[in-house]
């Protein structure tokens, strides 16, 4: 077993949950599902324990304790568009190129978002919030939202990321997850009703039956195959476990799909 930085405490950290904020942000969110900033103070005033859950998870988790105790740097690695470039045609690393190109993303500036959040956050409650590892764990958790839309083949527009929430509440049941997947599905059920239900349970049933995402050495299995590394992750492809085909788009052209 990997041997953990003596300087992590392994003890739960508990944060004062800030609920009126926090749905003020979450409210915000809703009117712009696009304001980045408002989903990562939304997890700073309510996502505290779900920070929590997800490390104490990956100090459980063999493969998490290797990767606490290492803390490879995951952000290098996909910030860096020629090493992805050079990686072999079908692989994960060239899908998540894709991505990023598709959707003009970039690793970089989300992590330096996230840390500006972060920094006041800790300026206003004058403490840091969490130590080193957990703010490992925090970052490598953002960056891994990207690669989630990859392996599941979810788009990142807005049904996309609507299918991405219930995937993401199979892998890591939390508080801000569940607020985020309802709030997500009431939009989506008000162009396609009840008929929205099954696929983004579909779409938990998938996150929850795979491995544990967050603790797999990704810096290892940029190079792989896509398809392989989704059959070791027991992850079933897209078009397998929706035959009817993916959602993707806006909200409200789903309105189309439903009447063609």
Known sequence: MAVIDPVISEAPLRRRTQWQRGLRYLRALMKEPDATANALDLQFALGGRDLEAGFQHMLRDPGGRLLL???????????????????????V???????????????ASLVALWREVQDR??????????????????????????????????????????????????????????????????????????????????????GRRAVWLYALPWEELLARPLAAVREEANLEAPERVHPRGVLRGRIDDLAKVRAA
């Open 69 to 91: 105790a290492e803390r490879p740097d995951l952000l290098a690695v996909v910030s860096d568009r020629a090493r992805l470039a050079a990686m072999p045609p079908q692989s």
């Open 121 to 206: 956050w800790e300026r206003e409650e004058g403490e840091p919030r969490v130590d080193p590892a957990r703010a490992w764990f925090g970052e490598r958790s953002l960056l891994l939202h990207d690669l989630f839309h990859v392996l599941s083949g979810y788009d990142a527009d807005q049904v996309g990321e609507a299918s991405l929430l219930g995937f993401s509440l199979g892998q890591l049941p939390g508080r801000v997850n569940r607020l985020l997947t309802l709030g997500a599905s009431l939009e989506v059920m008000r162009v396609l009703g009840v008929a929205w239900l099954p696929y983004v349970y579909t779409a938990w049933r998938r």
């Open 93 to 107: 690393g060239r899908a998540l190129l894709d991505y990023f190109d598709r959707f003009g993303f970039d690793p």
